[in-house]
Nanobody
Framework: QVHLVESGGGLVQPGGSLRLSCVAS????????VGWYRQAPGKQRELVAGIDVAAGTNYVDSVKGRFTISRDKSKNAIYLQMSGLKPDDTGVYYC?????????WGQGTQVTVSS
């Protein structure tokens, strides 16, 4: 089984920065895709940034130029560097790993952008 744990969320003012981390443990040896999703109150969960083995890196339009997804294979970690944060970025952020058509999810970390 794959276990994902996110960290790095918190309260930040508009224009601020946060770096989210996701550490994977368990029987994960490879992946088809990794990514970060977020879910704002009352809204559907959306893909924010992802790395697909076949398709490469992609970002939702609203975060392009502000967010950067990366992965450190040696540490079994996925990162989301966020800058220029906006109130609309508020939500619970989840890391995700897709392997053999199965989705593995972290528990989520809250990001609140507010003045």
């Amino acid at each position: 089984q794959v276990h994902l744990v996110e960290s790095g969320g918190g309260l930040v003012q508009p224009g601020g920065s946060l770096r989210l981390s996701c550490v994977a443990s368990g029987s994960i040896f490879s992946y088809n895709a990794v990514g970060w999703y977020r879910q704002a109150p009352g809204k559907q969960r959306e893909l924010v940034a992802g790395i697909d083995v076949a398709a490469g890196t992609n970002y939702v339009d609203s975060v392009k130029g502000r967010f950067t997804i990366s992965r450190d294979k040696s540490k079994n970690a996925i990162y989301l560097q966020m800058s220029g944060l906006k109130p609309d970025d508020t939500g619970v952020y989840y890391c995700n790993v897709k392997w053999r058509r199965i989705d593995y999810w972290g528990q989520g970390t809250q990001v609140t952008v507010s003045s």
